[in-house]
């Protein structure tokens, strides 16, 4: 594909590129690179499907024929299957109140700059619709009943399921359909950006510009106004989400004269909505594909969401399912720098559990070489947690040998890790099935870890969907 992206560029500027640069990409399948040479520096999009790329390159002449600052598209391959687009640099609205967000104070010029932001959306929604045709939209042109139950379903697939709470779907569903026909009372038919936020706002020169709007459509105004002043990982303060809401107002008003209290009820349901959503996808993006920046969001969402659900009234089973969840030992936030062990037992079938940490440190032990309980039919269906095959392990293996040499490794990594201030060590084992040899083994390093040196140690076991904490005695 950087042969065709090198082409594009040749015909658009004459020359080829000096630089091809691949840029880390945020969840989404569509790759970009940076193209840069004499001529000028641009950015290829590759996307996985054509539709997709032509709803986006619709968008942005529209965007620009309505005066909203966006990416301008400047060349596209025959098979639309890749474009060029203006380069607005690298400083994301996310990257530039980093400090804020850390430091949680919103100075003035921070708030000015997002109310800035939230005073282009009645822009977007009411404008672009004059110059885009919504039958281009990807994957479905507008807002509506199917679409609000997928992502009420990816929430209950993706992550409730993910974290392994028991639940009464029927229960649930009647709450969906509730929320659903709250969501679709009203619609102006303008534009609904979807992905509004701040990792799709960049600055340049002190202007913001909107990108990644490609899975736009019709629908009602209060979603994207929901998905900017909600980002839970944003992080804003209720006084700047407050002077947000006020900005999108006082721009709304020259389109559409609202009443501020029924606004804020519908912006209520629609927080709840997307935080709903969101928490599929860190739960899709976290708890299956373990990228940790998505395990870190899931705290700060349900915190969000117990708030907004209880201020929302009307849909106790959904709270009381966020209660018990936030109540998990894996989502109780610690502001404790010291260090966490994270035990695993796995199967080689599905693969080397991924480090979510992001250091790539720690032990992987290979179980397959003791004697397998697997093989004999009693033992099948019972796990390494089990008495049966705990008492087969201990007298018919290897496995007190083995542990004693993974001990030994594991105890020097820890105390050198606790010395240095270090934070996390993962230690995984892993056996053929995931149910005998690396459940035992991971259980033994792990109480093992947590009696030795008193630190905190997350157990999982993979294949059993069995997550707990054994807590630091500091």
């Keep these: 594909?950087?042969?065709?992206?090198?082409?594009?560029?040749?015909?658009?500027?004459?020359?080829?590129?000096?630089?091809?640069?691949?840029?880390?990409?945020?969840?989404?399948?569509?790759?970009?690179?940076?193209?840069?040479?004499?001529?000028?520096?641009?950015?290829?999009?590759?996307?996985t499907s054509?539709?997709?790329?032509?709803?986006?390159?619709?968008?942005?002449?529209?965007?620009?024929?309505s005066g909203v600052p966006a990416p301008r598209v400047l060349a596209v391959s025959a098979d639309n299957m890749c474009y060029l687009q203006e380069d607005l640099g690298d400083t994301s609205l996310f990257m530039a109140m980093k400090e804020a967000r850390e430091n949680d104070c919103?100075?003035?010029?921070?708030?000015?700059?997002?109310?800035k932001v939230m005073s282009w959306l009645p822009h977007i929604q009411f404008g672009v619709p004059q110059y885009f045709d919504f039958s281009l939209c990807y994957p479905v042109s507008e807002f509506n009943e199917r679409t609000v139950m997928w992502d009420l379903n990816y929430f209950k697939y993706c992550f409730l399921k993910g974290v392994g709470v028991e639940f009464n779907e029927s229960r649930l569903e009647d709450e969906f359909v509730k929320l659903s026909a709250l969501l679709l009372r009203e619609n102006d038919n303008t534009f609904l950006y979807?992905?509004?936020?701040?990792?799709?706002?960049?600055?340049k020169d002190g202007i913001p510009y909107?990108?990644?709007?490609?899975?736009?459509?019709?629908?009602?105004?209060?979603?994207?106004?929901?998905s900017f002043v909600g980002q839970s990982r944003a992080k804003y303060t209720p006084e700047v989400v407050e002077r947000m809401v006020d900005a999108y107002l006082r721009s709304l008003s020259q389109y559409k004269c609202v009443d501020r209290g029924h606004f804020m009820q519908m912006l209520s349901l629609f927080r709840v909505f997307r935080l709903l959503q969101n928490l599929g996808t860190y739960g899709f993006r976290g708890l299956f594909e373990r990228k940790k920046a998505f395990v870190e969001s899931i705290p700060a969402a349900l915190e969000l969401l117990r708030q907004l659900l209880a201020e929302a009234g009307g849909f106790e089973y959904i709270s009381s399912l966020v209660e018990e969840i936030a109540a998990l030992p894996m989502f109780v936030r610690s502001e404790s720098k010291e260090l966490t062990v994270d035990v695993m037992s796995f199967s080689y079938k599905r693969g080397i559990p991924d480090d979510i940490s992001g250091n790539g440190g720690g032990f992987v032990f290979d179980c397959r070489a003791i004697h397998n309980p697997g093989r004999y039919e009693p033992y099948k269906k019972l796990t390494g947690m089990d008495e049966p095959v705990i008492r087969f392990l201990e007298s018919e293996s290897n496995i007190a040998e083995f542990l004693e040499h993974a001990y030994a490794m594991v105890d020097n990594m820890v105390d050198t890790y606790m010395k240095r201030?270090?934070?996390?060590?993962?230690?995984?084992?892993?056996?053929?099935?995931?149910?005998h040899r690396s459940v035992y083994s991971a259980e033994h390093i792990?109480?093992?870890?947590?009696?030795?040196?008193?630190?905190?140690?997350?157990?999982?076991?993979?294949?059993?969907?069995?997550?707990?904490?054994i807590e630091s005695r500091t």
């Design 210 to 226: 909107f990108i990644d709007f490609q899975g736009g459509r019709k629908g009602p105004i209060y979603y994207d106004v929901a």
């Design 1 to 47: 594909m950087t042969g065709e992206i090198n082409e594009l560029y040749k015909e658009y500027f004459g020359c080829s590129p000096a630089a091809v640069v691949k840029l880390t990409g945020d969840g989404s399948n569509r790759a970009y690179y940076r193209l840069s040479g004499d001529e000028g520096t641009v950015i290829a999009a590759v996307g």
């Design 421 to 435: 201030g270090f934070t996390h060590i993962q230690v995984c084992c892993g056996c053929t099935g995931g149910r």
């Design 106 to 115: 919103f100075g003035g010029e921070d708030t000015e700059l997002l109310c």
């Design 50 to 65: 054509v539709e997709e790329n032509l709803a986006f390159i619709a968008l942005a002449d529209a965007f620009e024929k």
């Design 194 to 203: 979807r992905d509004f936020q701040s990792r799709n706002v960049m600055l």
């Design 446 to 469: 792990a109480h093992h870890v947590a009696k030795k040196f008193g630190v905190r140690v997350v157990v999982e076991h993979r294949m059993q969907n069995v997550r707990y904490v």
